[in-house]
C-alpha cells in the first residue's frame, strides 16, 4: 500500500501556484519523497525529490516540513500543459520499487 | 524525452495467447523495472531486472516474466493472456548507486487489450 495520502483533486488557475500537499506521517529517517506526474496516458514524468531539506529544479520546488511528515510540491507558475495527475511517493533509495497511490489530479484553468 | 522507449505503442490480443513488450532503457541506466497500470489506477510494480537478474517482484504470478539482455534492454512476457491483463504496461529505467538516488525514468508505454 502507498504510504502517502494526497488529496484527490484540485484547480488552478493558470498563471498562478499550484501547491500540491502530501502527507506521509509514517515516513522512515532513509525514505526519500518523491513526485512524478502523468499527463493522460503516457508514462509518468519525474519532477523531483527530496530527503529532508527544499529542492528546487526547473519545474518545481519541493517544501519538506521539519518533522518530515508532510510536503507540498510547488509549481510557481501553472500552465495549461501542467494539468495531469501528480504522485507523491516515498522510498528508501536504491530499493527496487515504486508504490503509487491513486494521487491528485490537478487541473489548470484558463 | 527520457530515452526510454518501448515498443509496440499498441497491441490487441485475445484471451490465452502471449505477449512480449519490449523496452530499451535510457543510457548507461543498468536496471530495469515494469510495471502494470490499470484504467484510472496508478501503476503497479511487476518486477525489476538489475544487470540481467530479476531484483525484486511485486504481487504478479508466475505468467508474468522477464528478461534483460547484455545492452540493459528488456522484455516482458505474459502468458496465458486474462481480460483482466488489459492495460498501460510502462517500463522505467534507473542507475542505482552507493551515495546517489536512483531515480527512474519511465517510458511512454504499451498499451495492451485483451479480447
Known amino acids: 500500500d502507498a504510504k502517502t495520502t494526497q488529496p484527490t483533486s484540485m484547480d488552478c488557475a493558470e498563471g498562478r501556484a499550484a501547491n500540491l500537499p502530501c502527507n506521509h506521517s509514517t515516513i522512515s529517517g532513509n525514505e526519500y519523497v518523491y513526485w512524478y506526474r502523468q499527463i493522460h496516458s503516457q508514462g509518468p514524468q519525474y519532477i523531483i525529490h527530496g530527503l529532508k531539506n527544499n529542492e528546487t529544479n526547473e519545474m518545481a520546488s519541493l517544501i519538506i516540513t521539519e518533522d518530515r511528515k508532510s510536503s507540498t510540491l510547488i509549481l510557481p507558475h501553472a500552465t495549461l500543459r501542467d494539468t495531469a495527475v501528480y504522485y507523491c511517493i516515498v522510498r528508501v533509495v536504491n530499493t527496487d520499487k515504486l508504490i503509487f497511490g491513486t494521487g491528485t489530479r490537478l487541473q489548470v484553468f484558463p | 524525452e527520457t530515452g526510454v522507449t518501448q515498443s509496440p505503442t499498441h497491441l490487441i490480443k485475445t484471451r490465452g495467447q502471449q505477449v512480449t513488450l519490449r523496452c530499451s532503457s535510457q543510457?548507461?541506466?543498468?536496471?530495469v523495472s515494469w510495471y502494470q497500470q490499470a484504467l484510472g489506477q496508478g501503476p503497479q510494480f511487476i518486477f525489476q531486472?538489475?544487470?540481467?537478474?530479476?531484483?525484486g517482484r511485486g504481487n504478479f504470478p508466475p505468467r508474468f516474466s522477464g528478461l534483460q539482455f547484455p545492452n540493459y534492454s528488456s522484455e516482458l512476457n505474459v502468458n496465458a493472456l486474462e481480460l483482466d491483463d488489459s492495460a498501460l504496461y510502462l517500463c522505467?529505467?534507473?542507475?542505482?548507486?552507493?551515495?546517489?538516488?536512483?531515480?527512474?525514468?519511465f517510458g511512454p508505454g504499451t498499451r495492451l487489450t485483451v479480447l
Open positions: 531486472y538489475y544487470r540481467e537478474e530479476e531484483n
Open positions: 543510457s548507461g541506466h543498468n536496471t
Open positions: 522505467a529505467s534507473s542507475l542505482p548507486s552507493r551515495g546517489g538516488t536512483d531515480t527512474q525514468y
